[in-house]
C-alpha cells in the first residue's frame, strides 16, 4: 500500500533533508560538549539548552508525520497517522516529570521510538523510501549526545 505521490518515492535523499538534518545536529554536538566539558557556557546553562533542544527537535519529528498524513490519500487511516504526529510532543513534554540524568535517558528513548515507527511508516509506504537513511545517522548521534548527557548527569 502506497500512499505518497510517485515522485515522492525516490531513492535520493533530497539534498536539503541532508544539509539541513546535519545542521540540526550542531546544536546537540556543542551543547553537549559545552556541558560536558564546563566550558563556554555554565553548565546548568548548556544542561537546558540541550533538554530544551532536544524537546523541540523531537516535536518537530512527531510533525513530519502529520505533514504526511495531510498528504495521504482519503480513507489511509487518518486517525492512526495524526494521532501518532503528536505522541513525540507529548512524549517530549513528560520530560519535565523525569529528574536528573533520567531526562537524557527519557529523550534518547523517545528519539529511538519515533525511529521505529519511522521504520514502520516507510514499510508501509507512507514515508518515502530513502527516510531511514537519512534518520538512522542523525538519530544515532542525537542520542549518543544524550546518552553521554545521561552519563555526565548520573
Known amino acids: 500500500m502506497s500512499t505518497l505521490r510517485s515522485e515522492e518515492q525516490h531513492h ?14 550542531i546544536p546537540f554536538l556543542l551543547l553537549t560538549g559545552a556541558w560536558l566539558t564546563g566550558n563556554v557556557l555554565p553548565s546548568t546553562v548548556a544542561r537546558g539548552a ?16 502529520w505533514g504526511l498524513a495531510m498528504n495521504a490519500t482519503p480513507g489511509d487511516q487518518p486517525w492512526r497517522r495524526y494521532f501518532v504526529s503528536v505522541i513525540p510532543a507529548l512524549a517530549a513534554t513528560a520530560t519535565a516529570f523525569v529528574e536528573g540524568g533520567l531526562q537524557f535517558v527519557w529523550l534518547a528513548v523517545c528519539f529511538l521510538g519515533l525511529l521505529v515507527y ?37
Open 50 to 65: 540541550l533538554i530544551a533542544y532536544s524537546i523541540a527537535i523531537l516535536s518537530f519529528m512527531g510533525a513530519v508525520h
Open 12 to 25: 535520493e535523499i533530497p539534498a536539503p533533508a541532508v544539509v539541513l538534518g546535519a545542521a540540526g545536529l
Open 118 to 154: 519511522d521504520l514502520f511508516a516507510v514499510r508501509r509506504g507512507e514515508a518515502p523510501r530513502w527516510y531511514p537513511r537519512l534518520r538512522w545517522p542523525l538519530t544515532l548521534t542525537v542520542c549518543a549526545c544524550l546518552g553521554a548527557a545521561a552519563l555526565r548527569a548520573a
